[in-house]
């Protein structure tokens, strides 16, 4: 009973979490007024959540509805592999964001100027090389160790140390590389955020116009949540150590940012902004008028 209640949860999740994204996907496409870096860079956060969601969900699904599930050595290294890059690609991309956000705020005159269409795709094409190359690094290191004894992955999915913890080999080799990987992946970017936003407040706090401070903040609030969940949970599964930490909070903590966040991300951008709101209302407008013609016809 209890599993098929979780089975139909997480189905519930999956199918919310594809037709959100794809709908903020299809909105900033099609929607004139959505067509700006700031949309352009939340749609390829939508792309690289369904890519996420869809690489974990349905694994969890079936490990859920049979209990226990086989996969082959080489599905579950696409599976981490696709997981690690896509990762990695939020890491860089979330720090593109405020990036753009620290452009429109703090210099406002030199933003058109700068955050070219060319410029966007550019840095999206970058974050996604970097963190596919990323990727490969602790996949080719996994790939050398031997896996002589249990076979059997305590976990939702292929992730690292689930992983290494199968193996007969000396781990200590690639434990400090995925250690010191998580700099450039995690914790530099995370800095940058935070440089960026510290100067998106300053900025904001100068501002004489209480409305002015109140819509600045609006445009950085959606980001700034999403940046709190994200790097949240990842700190926690990644730095902080494991001992003592139970295998059911490794689980729990590894469901956030593989699921939840995909999963929350459509309503916190679409709630909390105005013209996304403002665009839904125009489709939903649009589609009635639509069937009521049909239906006159």
Known sequence: MFNLLLFTLVLIIYIVTICGNFLIIMLVYYSKTLHSPMYFFLSQLSISDIMMITDIAPNILNIVLHERTSISYFGCITQYYVFGSTEGFECFLLTVMSYDRYLAICSPLHYVSIMKQTLCFKLVLASWIFSCSVAIIPILEISQLEFCGPDVIDHLF??????????????????????????????????????SYTYIVLTILKMSSFSGRLKSFSTCSSHLTVVFIFYGTLIAVYLIPKKGQSQMISKIMSMLYTVFTPFVNPFIYSLRNKEIKDNLKMLYINKRIFIQNLWYK
Do not use: A, G, H
């Open 158 to 195: 292929c992730d690292f140390y689930p992983l290494v913890e199968l193996s007969c080999s000396d781990t200590s080799k690639v434990q400090m590389e995925i250690t010191v990987l998580c700099f450039p992946v995690l914790i530099l970017p995370f800095l940058v955020i935070v440089v």
